[in-house]
């Protein structure tokens, strides 16, 4: 089962918010707690080419996918979010990966990521390194780690 990265096209916003919020659900938050990020985790079809959305694809379903945000020399990691499915399975990795020869392509020398606490160890496996804490986008009054990592070019 060979895993292929790809822009997302247009018509895909719906399908990959849906993905967003059944990634989010896998780590046991509660239907208000998710409902609370619905608009945050809410892409449209007009946005994906701009937020730099690619998607991983396996047996013609995504799994996965990315948006790397911002203009050089410094991006955003905007969302990163795995099909519950496929969590385990290197779908993360190879969609980091991906996301960080992208910046390097576009001359990105870092990013951020604010991460979810449930990321966090994925992240700093990856080389992400603790910045700060920021504010949730979300849920008032909780923060996230934000993590930074340099890209080499």
Not at 1 to 8: D, G, Q
Not at 126 to 137: C, E, F, H, K, W
Request: glycine content about 10%; charged content about 25%.
């Amino acid at each position: 089962m060979t895993v292929s990265i790809r822009p997302a096209a247009p018509e895909e916003a719906s399908s990959l918010s849906d993905l967003a919020l059944r990634s989010k659900a896998h780590w046991g938050y509660d239907a208000e707690f998710l409902e609370s990020c619905r608009e945050e985790l809410t892409l449209t079809d007009a946005e994906l080419d701009i937020r730099r959305t690619t998607v991983a694809e396996r047996d013609g379903s995504v799994v996965g996918f990315t948006t790397l945000e911002g203009e050089p020399p410094q991006g955003v990691l905007g969302m990163m979010f795995v099909d519950p499915d496929a969590i385990g399975q290197g779908i993360g990795r190879l969609l980091f990966s991906h996301a960080v020869e992208t910046a390097r392509a576009s001359g990105f020398t870092r990013f951020t990521i604010d991460a979810d606490p449930n990321a966090e160890p994925f992240y700093q496996a990856m080389g992400g390194i603790l910045a700060s804490r920021v504010p949730s986008g979300s849920i008032p009054g909780r923060t996230l780690a934000q993590y930074l990592l340099e890209v080499s070019r």
